[in-house]
């Protein structure tokens, strides 16, 4: 069951890859959907296996609404008797913000009593897997030469005038209702964040990449700031992140892959107001 937009949907499957090759059972996933065409590495197979399989790349996302269906509720008791599993955690862990373990006993157990698992939900994890194939992941999941292309264009313009390379992701739009716009934070408040991070790093040259789901163009005209807008789609916006030397932004699984992707350091925003100091950066490990 494909879960969220991009950045959501990188780690989700991330996560099965990883577990996959740490517990060595095979993956079929089909949720990176139309996505997946941006990752030479997986997106030639339908099912988004490395090295290949079945070359039909259209309908993945019909096909995971098709098979999320057919294994309703209604219908487990029919599957279970031909040996499929349906592990729904919508209700079990989604919901109550609990983690699935992909990678512990009793996701092994299933495995080993089923011919086939069929997972839905979002709070599947598997982070020391994810911690130790991390290497694996970053070759994975590299898109595709038009796409570094572009990244390599903007941050070699960008660093041509820097010496260090601040990205700061304003994340509004969708954030205004999630968690009842707890992290929709306004353009005064980025500006003040921008501002304070300008006076991080004192006698250097510091140049900030700004990627955004709105226009923030008043932010690229601060006074004292030195500040050019991401490359423009998502895709490249997070990756031109991902080149950073540090970076800015509220929780999102957006900012969090540029981090794991890329190795720079996530100062974390977490409230109005909140100050902006270098021991704030920070590598984290959940998502």
Not at 92 to 105: F, I, M, N, Q, S
Not at 225 to 250: E, H, Q, W
Request: aromatic fraction near 12%; charge should be neutral; hydrophobic fraction near 45%.
């Amino acid at each position: 069951r494909p879960e969220g937009q991009l950045g959501n949907r990188l780690f989700q499957g991330a996560a099965f890859l990883a577990a996959s090759m740490e517990m060595g059972f095979p993956l079929l996933n089909a949720s990176l959907g139309p996505y997946a065409g941006f990752f030479p590495a997986l997106g030639g197979d339908f099912f988004c296996r490395p090295g290949g399989g079945i070359p039909l790349c259209a309908g993945r996302l019909l096909f995971c609404k098709m098979v999320d269906v057919l294994t309703g509720r209604l219908a487990r008791g029919a599957w279970a008797a031909v040996g499929v599993s349906v592990l729904d955690v919508a209700k079990t862990h989604d919901a109550g913000e609990v983690e699935y373990d992909l990678c512990d006993r009793e996701f092994a157990a299933l495995l080993r009593k089923s011919r086939l698992v069929v997972a839905k939900g979002w709070k599947f994890r598997a982070h020391g897997a994810l911690r130790s194939k991390r290497g694996e992941m970053v070759e994975l999941f590299t898109p595709e030469v038009g796409i570094q292309r572009q990244v390599a264009e903007k941050m070699a313009a960008m660093r041509s005038a820097a010496d260090v390379v601040v990205g700061i992701h304003v994340r509004r739009g969708d954030y205004a209702g999630w968690l009842g716009g707890k992290y929709f934070y306004g353009l005064e408040d980025y500006a003040h964040w921008i501002l304070q991070a300008n006076a991080l790093w004192p006698g250097r040259k510091v140049r900030f990449l700004v990627c955004s789901n709105e226009n923030v163009d008043d932010l690229l005209h601060l006074p004292g700031v030195n500040a050019s807008a991401g490359p423009g789609a998502a895709i490249t916006d997070l990756y031109a992140l991902a080149a950073c030397d540090f970076l800015i932004g509220p929780p999102s699984t957006f900012s969090l892959w540029a981090s794991f992707y890329g190795g720079a350091p996530l100062q974390m925003l977490l409230e109005s107001g909140q100050a902006i100091r270098m021991e704030g950066f920070a590598h984290h490990e959940r998502f």
